[in-house]
């Protein structure tokens, strides 16, 4: 599944960033890269607010879309 | 001389110990793009000179944005200069991407852990010699009322030494006499060259160099036995409030609007006054004193309108000004305006903006040509665009002076809502202007994260410095550019062009000759040639408006207001045609700093079609404020509505040009609006 679609309060790790190199290579450096665990503090149609190597990011929907994640803990799903 | 750069993270503190080392005045503040260009300064300490640069933050060295760009330029270019690496000891992890990027390049590279005074309260823990052993790097904690930073700061820069990081050696191979930057580039398939991609990237490219550092971050944090407390940094209790759209928002409003009360309200003019009686005090002593040197009448008329009328109307204003920048440097420090960009976010970008675009355009509240280079910061070429393109619609301090006294005049205590109605109607003009803009050349794509930065207390001594800094800086453009123009224009108003001093009412200036020409076009707003001048010199500085129209009128500040109610003076006003004015002055062309920094920004075309386009919106909005305020209080005017049947004709020929303009279907004119990098 893609981040948008990961539920609010759950913790999920980061399979693969889906974007064109230049992007990935700015999520890599700001810790949104695979294996990476995230907590997904607040998600919304708009986008949502995550904490990624603790610190809180606002990332929205047109970049939630090309992260695909999958749950640390499959009571989250 | 050694150069010394400071790099990282944005928000990781570089500026304030830039200041701190360098006895600087760099902007600081809770934001990420606060710095938007490298600021250096030389220093000497015991015996030894020293180059110090402050660079915007970077998350690594790809650069995203084109403040982003310096910082890396930077570091690419000054191999064998100094980094000093500013790092958060709160948020460790994500900062040693850049460290890990710096030592591949073989740079001498020193960390200074910043905001060590947190540790005891976050419950931080790190070992600073096993993680000086695992990075081969000298490393120092900051406390910023350490009274011996600077000798420990030096002393490390001073110990520097070229380091790397064990993996570099299989990412650098290197026949093709490349840069190292070059070849990681082009190991990660960055490269601009396909072919050096093609080469580099075997059995490597960005997701395997990502995996080796990180693996190799984790053993840092691992060996180093880093730990914290605080497991989201940069979340506050208070989030639930500042971060709920339905309590933050209207919060954020009722705050602007009560910075507006303080500065335009009793307050603000009980400080004008104040300043204003000041420089009466000192102006009456300056004239007897030359009365009494039996100075001749033209010296005392040139001190007397030009110095103390020109001059004292705008310091006047100093107090009202400074207030402005105290409110938005307080919200900037305390962390408020990276939450609001986020909930604004979804509103802004129905306009083709960015919640990022906020802080630009407060900034622009206080001073259009210092806000324009923040929009550096937003990432999006279309949203940096569009964002500067409608910053000069915030109104900026230095028109206040003039909103304050004309309102002041014909409006009495109701200025108040003159004022604020003034500084809506730039919000809403510019965001009409980046609706239709959407409308025509919709904003691609919003590529946006944000960092949601710590709320903090404000630090009072970056407040005061601040403060000072602003100071310094109006008081530097009072006597530079408006000193010099101030004489200019009272010379000119006061000579005939046989260069003789006016002395009977039969003379004729030669600033009256010349704006005699440009005034029939401003007659259907109701201006006379005074206030024409008045808006021509106001493209040098908007301070000058109000310091013209007291030397055309021939008054000190606390007589402006009054002078303009009267007929017999050079500028005066109606009610309506004063409305016209102020309106005008909001809309029209920013000044000429301005000018110069929105021309590097945007592309040439786009910048010449935007003059016009804000000329011909000041001219037409301000007719049919004109025209609506003089129905309501009886003035007629045949002249200005065959005018404003021209003005909507104008209008609508302007729109249809700038819709064919950038949907040319013969191909793309370079308006960087699509865009295409």
């Not at chain 2, 910043?114 to 052993?133: D, G, L, P, V």
């Not at chain 2, 962390?335 to 306009?351: H, Q, T, Y």
């Not at chain 2, 064919?660 to 013969?666: A, I, P, Y």
């Amino acid at each position: 599944m893609n981040l948008s679609q990961a539920k609010t309060d759950s913790l999920v790790k980061i399979l693969t960033v889906d974007a064109d190199l230049k992007l990935k290579s700015h999520l890599y450096n700001l810790g949104i890269c695979p294996k990476t665990q995230i907590y997904v503090k607040q998600n919304g149609r708009a986008g949502g607010m995550f904490v990624v190597k603790g610190a809180l990011l606002g990332i929205k929907e047109s970049i939630l879309k090309l992260i695909l994640v999958e749950p640390v803990c499959k009571e989250f799903i | 001389m050694q150069r010394i750069y400071l790099v990282g993270n944005p928000n990781a503190g570089k500026s304030t110990i830039f200041n701190k080392l360098t006895k600087g005045n760099a902007h600081t503040g809770n934001w990420h793009g606060v710095t938007v260009t490298g600021e250096s300064k030389y220093v000497k300490f015991k015996d030894r000179e020293y180059l110090f640069v402050d660079l915007p933050g970077i998350n690594g060295l790809v650069p995203f944005s084109p403040e982003e760009k310096v910082s890396t330029q930077a570091i690419i270019n000054n191999p064998n200069a100094v980094f000093v690496n500013v790092i958060d000891i709160n948020n460790l992890a994500r900062s040693l991407n850049l460290t890990l990027q710096l030592l591949e390049l073989n740079l001498k590279v020193v960390v200074l852990f910043n905001f060590a005074e947190t540790i005891k309260k976050q419950k931080i823990s790190i070992n600073k010699e096993k993680f000086k052993k695992i990075l081969k790097i000298n490393a120092e904690f900051v406390y910023l009322r350490d009274k011996n930073l600077k000798n420990k700061i030096f002393d490390l820069v001073d110990r520097a030494q070229f380091s790397s990081v064990d993996y570099a050696n299989k990412l650098i191979f290197n026949n093709d006499n490349l840069s190292k930057y070059e070849i990681i580039l082009a190991r990660q398939n960055l490269s601009e060259n396909n072919a050096l991609n093609k080469k580099y990237s075997l059995n490597f490219g960005l997701d395997k160099i990502n995996e080796i550092r990180q693996n190799f971050i984790s053993q840092i944090i691992k060996n180093s036995e880093y730990s914290t407390k605080n497991k989201e940094y940069g979340a506050n209790k208070l989030d639930k409030i500042l971060l709920n759209k339905f309590t933050a928002i209207p919060l954020f409003f009722a705050v602007m609007l009560l910075i507006f009360a303080v500065t335009f309200g009793k307050i603000g003019d009980f400080l004008s006054n104040g300043v204003s009686l000041f420089v009466e005090f000192c102006g009456d002593g300056l004239i007897k004193l030359l009365n009494i040197l039996h100075a001749p009448k033209f010296i005392l008329d040139f001190f007397d309108v030009a110095i103390i009328g020109g001059l004292g109307s705008i310091l006047s204003f100093l107090p009202q000004v400074l207030l402005l920048f105290l409110a938005l440097d307080i919200l900037e420090q305390v962390g408020f305006l990276s939450r609001i960009a986020w909930l604004l976010d979804p509103v802004l970008s129905k306009l083709g903006l960015s919640g990022k675009s906020i802080f630009p355009l407060l900034m622009g509240f206080g001073c259009t040509t210092t806000a324009l280079p923040t929009t550096t910061a937003l990432q999006n070429k279309q949203v940096r665009t569009k964002t500067a393109l409608i910053l000069p619609f915030m109104s900026c301090s230095a028109k206040l002076p003039v909103f304050s006294a004309i309102s002041g005049a014909f409006f009495g205590n109701g200025n108040i809502f003159v004022i604020f109605g003034l500084y809506l109607l730039g919000i809403f003009l510019a965001f009409i202007l980046a609706f239709i803009t959407q409308k025509i050349l919709p904003t691609k794509f919003n590529d946006d994260i944000l960092e949601f930065t710590p709320l903090r207390l404000p630090r009072l001594s970056v407040l005061l410095k601040n403060y000072f800094n602003k100071i310094m800086q109006f008081i530097n453009k009072i006597w530079s550019i408006i000193l010099i123009f101030t004489i200019i224009i009272w010379f000119l108003d006061n000579f005939t062009i046989k260069f003789e001093f006016i002395t009977t009412e039969n003379q004729t200036s030669i600033l009256q000759n010349v704006a005699t020409f440009l005034t029939p076009i401003f007659a259907p707003l109701g201006f006379d040639w005074g206030a024409v001048v008045a808006l021509l010199v106001g493209i040098v500085a908007k301070e000058m408006v109000l310091s013209s129209i007291a030397v055309l009128n021939g008054v000190t500040k606390a007589n402006v207001a009054n002078s303009l109610l009267d007929i017999n003076s050079v500028v005066h006003f109606s009610t309506a045609s004063s409305l016209a004015f102020l309106v005008f002055c909001l809309i029209y062309t920013p000044c000429i700093s301005a000018l110069a920094q929105l021309k590097n920004l945007v592309p040439k075309k786009t910048f010449w079609l935007f003059l016009i386009i804000q000329l011909a919106l000041a001219y037409f909005v301000s007719l049919v404020v004109y025209i609506i305020t003089g129905i309501i209080t009886g003035v007629s005017f045949s002249i200005a509505v065959w005018a404003l049947a021209l003005a909507f004709v104008i209008a609508i020929c302007v729109f249809f040009a700038l819709k064919h303009f950038f949907l040319n279907k013969k191909g793309c004119v370079g308006c960087n609006f699509c865009n295409k990098s």
